[in-house]
Nanobody, 125 residues
Framework: QVQLVESGGGSAQAGGSLRLSCVAS????????VAWFRQAPVKEREGVAA????????FYADSDKGRFTIAQDNAKNTGYLQMTSLKPEDTAMYYC??????????????????WGQGTQVTVSS
């Protein structure tokens, strides 16, 4: 089992930046990929970005390319989501997720077997 704890959420003005962190503990050696998802009120949860733990491949949602950067420090078992040029529509609860199996698309939440509790991001105009 893997436990994930997010931090770094908060409030920001449009055009501002925030950095989210996700610390993993437990069976971290079996993590193949870490992703960030978000869920806005009355919307479905959607994938934001993902990074392969060993290969460092990255994928982003089209709406976030060029604004968000996913990164990781495997020595610290910590993942990051640097968010810049924030928009009010980025307001959502952001979740960190980890997957230890293959065969799932990066933004298919069904494959992720570990989730954090979420951290709220609120962007005002």
């Amino acid at each position: 089992q893997v436990q994930l704890v997010e931090s770094g959420g908060g409030s920001a003005q449009a055009g501002g930046s925030l950095r989210l962190s996700c610390v993993a503990s437990g069976d971290t050696l079996n993590i193949k990929r870490v992703a960030w998802f978000r869920q806005a009120p009355v919307k479905e949860r959607e994938g934001v970005a993902a990074i392969w733990r060993r290969e460092y491949y990255t994928f982003y949602a089209d709406s976030d390319k060029g604004r968000f950067t996913i990164a990781q420090d495997n020595a610290k078992n910590t993942g990051y989501l640097q968010m810049t040029s924030l928009k009010p529509e980025d307001t959502a609860m952001y979740y960190c997720a980890a997957i230890s199996i293959t065969g799932y698309r990066w933004d298919d939440e069904a494959g992720y077997n570990s989730w954090g509790q979420g951290t709220q991001v609120t962007v005002s105009s």
